[in-house]
């Protein structure tokens, strides 16, 4: 099983701008599809973007115009661009194989530590 280390979040002020990385332990290459997820203090984990092996992405309505995932196979990283960040990004953001997501599998020997993303209101 191919783990996944995120990275590069940070305090930022709203209208900031954040990139994360995620690091897979493998090759993602066999991956058919990637995806951000973002868990805020007392919600549940949210569907943030996906990214397909053929370069096809998706977004939650909310980020739509403001991030943008992508990945680098050769590298066996997933990024995830963030711009005008808002204080409602607050959140521990994951990144994962997308077919741990779709299936349901929430525990944490399937997911990584997160990076942690605060824009104070």
């Known amino acids: 099983q191919v783990q996944f280390v995120e990275s590069g979040g940070d305090r930022v002020q709203p209208g900031g701008s954040l990139r994360l990385s995620c690091a897979a332990s493998?090759?993602?290459?066999?991956?058919?599809?990637m995806g951000w997820y973002r868990q805020a203090p007392g919600k549940s984990r949210d569907l943030v973007a996906t990214i397909t092996s053929g370069g096809t992405t998706n977004y939650a309505d909310s980020v739509k115009g403001r991030f943008t995932i992508s990945r680098d196979n050769a590298k066996n990283t997933v990024y995830l661009q963030m711009n005008n960040l808002k204080p409602a990004d607050t959140a521990l953001y994951y990144c994962n194989d997308h077919d741990i997501w779709r299936v349901g599998i929430r525990g944490s020997d399937y997911w990584g530590q997160g990076t942690q993303v605060t824009v104070p209101s």
């Open positions: 493998g090759n993602i290459v066999s991956i058919s599809a």
